[in-house]
């Protein structure tokens, strides 16, 4: 289908970007209260000054973070800058903690918060990244400085649980992505037809109108609809309205292009919208597609039923962006399309 894999893809992205930004900023203010806590933890209670230092800048790193994701500042970096923050933290824990005390296991915290903050693909680069460079640092401490006190068992249970941790985050990231993108295709998808709905009719619209307006060049809306279909409903039944409206959706998708975006906006209204086409080019079509389905009726029930559609166009003037006003020219063109006695295409009102 021309119309589901990128506006899916769309409205799933902008979810997930969404998403993204929302849970590092939680993630972030939970980072502030407990490195927070800790910092003060290690400063006064423990003695342990290396840690209370690290914890401390940590905190005011993530207190800058929580008010620049707060401001909407660069939402893109700021997630990745935020996880990063995370790693440094945790490996100083890790690294630094005396033996014994159970500080390797803060370590196995970063892949969930990487896969949640950053999706599938950078969440296990990250996690896998930080598993590599930190087993290694504890290698060559171990190796090296043996007065840090830590030992092979050490090594061997951060390195178990940061890829246990990876893995189940990764099977859990996968899952939840797959779901999104089953549910943006169910909400954003007419069950009937396969087309857009009006949601993802708006999506659509939404990424054309911003590609028409960077690169100055016209844009068309039609707006259809098909006529006499409860006639039709009431004469053969409702499977035979239901047979018209996916016969239409065919033969209007055999004549299309792919850049084309063509929705069923409810019941027997169509919208199809027309990147790089002026009212003229738009009109021309508009009799095309009256002209084909002229020449393929429909045959239900052993019978061959005419069907025709009323047509209203409005082309986006220079700079347009909003549907509301686009919308309602073509629509009052449709509403005299079908005043005037249906099966007609109407351009100007
Ligand atoms: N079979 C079927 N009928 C539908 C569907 N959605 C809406 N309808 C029916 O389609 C008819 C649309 O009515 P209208 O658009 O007001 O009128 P029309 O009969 O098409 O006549 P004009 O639009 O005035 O030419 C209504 O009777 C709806 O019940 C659907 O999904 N399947």
Redesign the pocket.
Same mark, same amino acid.
Do not use: A, Y
């Given at each position: 289908m021309k119309y589901s894999q990128r506006y899916h893809a769309e409205l799933v992205n902008r979810d997930a970007e969404t998403r993204r930004v929302r849970l590092t900023l939680r993630a972030a203010l939970l980072g502030v209260v407990l490195t927070g806590f800790f910092a003060w933890f290690d400063g006064w209670v423990t003695g342990y000054v290396f840690h209370a230092l690290a914890e401390g800048i940590s905190c005011v790193a993530l207190s800058w973070l929580v008010w620049g994701l707060h401001r909407g500042y660069a939402p893109q970096i700021l997630p990745l800058l935020g996880v990063a923050l995370a790693a440094v933290l945790l490996a100083i824990l890790t690294v630094t903690g005396a033996p014994g005390d159970g500080v390797v296991i803060w370590a196995a915290l970063l892949p969930p918060l990487a896969f949640f903050v950053l999706g599938v693909w950078r969440g296990l680069l990250v996690s896998l990244g930080f598993c590599l460079i930190l087993n290694l640092t504890l290698w060559l401490c171990i190796t090296l400085i043996p007065a840090f006190g830590l030992n092979w068992l050490a090594m061997v249970n951060v390195g178990a649980s940061l890829l246990a941790s990876t893995v189940l985050s990764l099977l859990y990231e996968h899952s939840r992505a797959h779901s999104a993108r089953r549910l943006a295709h169910a909400a954003s998808t007419d069950p &009937?037809t396969g087309v857009a709905n009006r949601r993802g009719f708006l999506a659509g619209f939404e990424c054309h109108m911003a590609v028409a307006v960077r690169s100055c060049s016209p844009i068309s809306l039609l707006l259809f609809? &098909?006529? @006499? &279909? #409860?006639?039709l409903?009431d004469e053969l039944g409702?499977a035979a309205?239901?047979a018209a409206?996916c016969h239409v959706v065919t033969v209007i998708e055999g004549m299309i292009r792919a850049q084309d975006l063509l929705a069923r906006l409810g019941?027997?209204e169509f919208a199809l919208l027309l990147p790089d086409t002026d009212l003229a080019g738009a009109a021309a079509l508009a009799h095309k597609l009256q002209a084909a389905l002229a020449q393929t009726p429909l045959e239900v029930a052993g019978t061959r039923w005419p069907l025709t559609l009323?047509i209203g166009l409005a082309e986006a003037a220079p700079g347009e962006t909003d549907y509301d006003r686009l919308a309602s020219v073509a629509d009052r063109c449709l509403y005299r399309a #079908?005043e005037g006695g @249906?099966d007609r295409v109407v351009d100007r009102c």
């Open positions: &009937l609809d &098909l006529d @006499r &279909l #409860k006639q409903n409702h309205g239901d409206i019941g027997d009323s #079908k @249906r």
